[in-house]
């Protein structure tokens, strides 16, 4: 099983603007501008308190560990009423304090703000939530606009309990809201769920008083729980090791963090590789700086790959922190790596957010239509999805689900396009962080964008095959694959469109009188994809029967289906392993090229480098240098 350390999931999550609805909560949802709309204008970061001083007994738990506050938000001009600001602590965020005691409350108002208490609560596996432990009391913000200060609630002592490996917990500070004020401080720099108690009226799209769930991309809330217990003073908790993809005859460099639970900053570690159970000699990573108590740091090391096809277990110990025994009852991280000498043409899906409603789309959606002039259609498949701005009659369910891709600091808009749902993009909201959608701005960028993807090789390869009946009433679409050792066959979906072209816009703004929509959806299976029987043999076949509506144009329909990952806690975990397209008429088979070791193609890459020009064994985030075996050199851009 994966280790979640601290918050994981809360640290991963990134922006909605629709806020989704966490299974583990009863709550409601509302668009996540209810609150970044409010906002004071504030520079992006601001200057605030280190990190928190603990005693040595003590730790901090909540969606990040520091005294780091550069913003305050407010729940909309109309409500001035006592709000409750939460944040979600799930079992694995708990399970390294299991017998350690809850004592206080910590939280960081924003100016002009009144607290008046302090609230955890309990969440059962129905979802419900229930006051365990609480405190009254009036604290008046000292907290500027340009400086926070952290309040500290100690509980009495009879309502302070200790943890259990069984709890859920939210928790809370009851804090006015007046017309001006800006109650709830956050970490902008760090992005985790938050949920408010307030009243939110039916006009403005709420459901009255209760709890809401405006998501994660506002920043993570300066709430935390302080802890106290024995704690060793060095301990360091890898997490788990993610299937690793290598290619035989090369080595690769895989990264993967640890938890600081110790009592000082962690300066180096002494770790030990094992392969199939061969151990290799003991080796020290340093860090400067150190990694902090209550924080994360990143332990690279190389894993030999070996000659041939195989998957191999993997597990990384660290031995020592400091110099000293690692007093962790957790020291290893495992996991696998998966050794291939085939992979295969990786083809690219454009999705691109568009709606009558808005009137820059048909600018873009002419870009799109340039570029595929030139594209190769074979292995380039467009859709559209009527969302992200607005909606209007072509709207399917699954185009606003996708909307949630989105990372832009709460913003959602169209034209707007993704390329695999690869998160290479500069986000154009929230500064130094990604995303997984782009406004381009001509087709040659669409294009260079496409190639960039048709350059890279993929662990999948897809097949697929549409069968009409004889009045063309129905259809019958199978699609088929086969995976080599490196994928990771537990994360794979399939998703499977048809789509429809030259449709005639009803309203379509900044579109004229003849304007036609282009790539639109007509039947999706699911929003994310249906899970994948993969055989011992690493093939799977799906068939889908899929009905033809009467006014559809049969000559202008397609079908695209593509082999996905969903994570709904991190919008960067959605990527596009790998697709395939076909016409209803005209052309009814797809299929993958592969390229193996002993068969170059002239696409093959057969070398890598990085943007400082130092071969590396795979891929790696950020800028790839590939070379293939046709001379040629490209660039691609890599999460």
């Known amino acids: ?18 806020a989704q609805k966490p299974s583990a909560l009863k709550v409601s949802t509302v668009k996540a501008e209810r609150l970044s709309a409010v906002a004071p204008s504030q520079p992006s970061m601001l200057k605030a308190p280190r990190k928190a001083d603990l005693a040595a007994n003590q730790r901090l738990v909540g969606y990040y560990a520091t005294d780091d506050v550069d913003n305050s938000l407010g729940v909309g001009d109309y409500t001035t009423e006592d709000i409750e600001p939460a944040i979600f602590l799930e079992q694995e965020a708990l399970a390294l304090y299991v017998g350690k005691k809850v004592t206080a409350v910590r939280f960081a108002m924003g100016a002009s703000s009144t607290a008046k208490g302090v609230t955890i609560y309990t969440v059962d596996t129905q979802g419900n939530i229930n006051s365990l432990a609480s405190k009254d009391t009036t604290i008046v913000s000292k907290s500027t606009k340009t400086s926070y200060v952290w309040n500290t609630v100690v509980l009495p002592a009879d309502k302070q309990f200790n943890i259990t490996g069984d709890q859920r917990l939210m928790v809370a500070y009851k804090v006015t809201q007046g017309s001006k004020t800006y109650p709830i401080g956050v970490n902008t720099q760090v992005n985790g769920d938050l949920y408010i108690n307030c009243n939110i009226p039916a006009s403005v799209g709420g459901q009255g008083k209760g709890w809401y769930s405006f998501g994660a991309g506002n920043g993570a809330a300066a709430i935390q729980m302080l802890v106290e217990g024995d704690f060793a003073a060095y301990n360091a908790i890898p997490s788990s090791i993610e299937k690793i993809a290598a290619v035989a005859g090369q080595d690769v460099k895989v ?44 332990l690279t090391f190389t894993v030999p790959a070996g000659d041939v096809d195989a998957v191999k277990n993997l597990s990384v110990k660290i031995t020592k922190v400091n110099g000293e025994d690692n007093a962790s009852a957790d020291v290893a991280a495992t996991g696998q790596i998966g050794v291939s000498t085939t992979a295969y043409n990786r083809n690219v899906v454009v999705e691109e957010f568009t709606t009558e409603k808005c009137g820059n789309c048909p600018r873009v959606a002419g870009f799109l239509h340039t570029a595929l002039k030139t594209a190769d259609l074979t292995r380039t498949f467009a859709v559209c999805h009527h969302s992200a701005y607005g909606t209007d009659w072509l709207t399917q369910p699954c185009d606003e689900d996708l909307t949630t891709l989105f990372n832009d600091a709460g913003y959602t808009y169209a034209p707007a396009m993704m390329f695999n749902r690869q998160p290479i993009f500069d986000s154009q909201y929230a500064s130094g962080e990604k995303d997984n959608v782009v406004l381009p701005g001509s087709a040659a960028e669409i294009t260079s964008y496409i190639n960039a993807q048709l350059a890279e090789l993929s662990n999948v390869g897809l097949t697929i095959n549409a069968e009409p009946n004889a009045d063309t009433t129905q259809v019958t ?68 029967t899929i009905n033809i509506n009467k006014a559809y144009v049969k000559n202008q329909l397609k079908f695209v289906a593509f ?22 008429i005209g052309s009814t088979t797809g299929i993958n090229n592969v390229y193996t070791s002993a068969e170059a193609s002239n696409d093959t890459v057969v070398a890598r480098y990085n943007e400082a020009g130092q071969r590396i064994a795979g891929a790696q985030r950020g800028l790839n240098i590939l070379k293939l075996a046709n001379g040629k050199t490209v660039k691609v851009i890599v999460k």
Request: aromatic share 12%; glycine share 8%.
């Open 1 to 18: 099983m994966k280790k979640s350390i601290l918050l994981l999931a809360a640290f991963a999550m990134t922006m909605t603007a629709n």
């Open 255 to 298: 990264t993967i963090p640890f938890f600081n639970l110790g009592a000082s900053a962690i300066t180096n570690v002494d770790y030990v590789l094992t392969v199939d159970g061969v151990a290799a000699d003991p080796a020290r990573a340093n860090f400067n700086p150190g990694v902090a108590t209550g924080a994360y740091g990143n």
């Open 477 to 544: 679409l199978t699609v088929s694959g086969t995976c080599n050792n490196a994928y990771d066959k537990t994360k794979g979906l399939l998703t499977v469109y048809m789509t429809e072209d030259s449709i005639k816009a009803k309203n379509q703004s900044g579109g004229g009188k003849n304007y036609y929509q282009m790539h639109v959806i007509r039947y999706y299976n699911s929003s994310w994809g249906d899970a994948i029987e993969w055989k011992d043999d690493n093939t799977f076949t799906k068939t889908y």
């Open 563 to 584: 082999v996905n990952k969903h994570n709904a806690n991190d919008v960067f975990d959605n990527q596009i392993e790998n697709s395939i397209g076909v016409s209803l």
